[in-house]
């Protein structure tokens, strides 16, 4: 996973995993069929991590919480030194579909925890916005930001009203 977080799905050779894992290319194929399946299989892992981000946010029970908890998780995940900095998903241009399912999931629980007496921003641009601000944090991450620089924006992001 390490390997495809640093360098991307593109850049990542063959060799390059083989040599990471310590296996030979035909073990590579053996376990796991191609370069592609591997890859798949990483970024599932990362997104079945108790730390994602946006798992995080389906704990907020307000939509103002949904976003405030994800953009803190966001600003401690992806300056991380356990890991490679930034996002995974938000890094790879191979993985679209992934956010797409992200942001969705994100509208969801925004829909769920909506305060239906006052007027809202329709759930879809709110979570929108947040998955707009996630790949900003993972991108100032990846280029030197360290956990206080990215809480700021963290919260200045957070204080656009959910509603």
Partial sequence: MRLFWEHGYEQTSVSDLTRELSISAPSL???????????????????????????????????????????????????????????????????????????ELTASRLREVADVSAPAIDPETLSAFAHVVLAGLSSYARDGADEDQLRRVAELAARVPAR
């Fill in 29 to 103: 194929y053996a376990a796991f069929g191609d370069k592609r399946s591997l890859f798949d299989e990483a970024v599932s892992r990362y997104e079945a991590s108790p730390e994602s981000v946006t798992t995080a946010g389906l704990a907020g029970s307000s939509p103002a919480e949904v976003l405030q908890t994800m953009f803190e998780r966001a600003s401690s995940e992806y300056a991380s030194t356990a890991h490679p900095r930034g996002c995974l998903v938000n890094s790879s241009p191979e993985l679209g579909a992934n956010r797409a399912a992200n942001r």
